[in-house]
Nanobody, 118 residues
Framework: QVQLVESGGGLVKPGGSLGLSCAAS????????MGWYRQAPEKQRELVAT???????KYADSVKGRFTISRDNAKSTVSLQMSNLKPKQTAVYYC????????????WGQGTQVPVSS
């Protein structure tokens, strides 16, 4: 019954920065992976970054050095700081939660729009 709620989306100019946040509606006690994915218009959903309970991080090659993911285990939140945004990165960004110890567990937020345009 957990829900993920994203915030921070909005219009940003090329080269600009934006921060996204995601909060789980209930506390998470199991080993888990929280992360961000995005889906551009007419494109498939793709990985942006993930971070485990232990702090292990994985970034898509396209965002390394420009995006930073972080989490607060006590609050069950995950954040994404994005810099030097490009128009091609215009997308709906989705928060995600996976629990490796629970077969098939995969929860998504509703998504937040990030249009990158002049």
């Amino acid at each position: 019954q957990v829900q993920l709620v994203e915030s921070g989306g909005g219009l940003v100019k090329p080269g600009g920065s934006l921060g996204l946040s995601c909060a789980a509606s209930i506390s998470i006690f199991s080993l888990n992976i929280m992360g961000w994915y995005r889906q551009a218009p007419e494109k498939q959903r793709e990985l942006v970054a993930t971070i485990t309970t232990e702090g292990n991080i994985k970034y898509a090659d396209s965002v390394k050095g420009r995006f930073t993911i972080s989490r607060d285990n006590a609050k069950s939140t995950v954040s994404l700081q994005m810099s030097n945004l490009k128009p091609k990165q215009t997308a709906v960004y989705y928060c995600n939660l996976k629990a490796p110890l629970i077969p098939g567990y995969d929860t998504w937020g509703q998504g937040t729009q990030v249009p990158v345009s002049s």
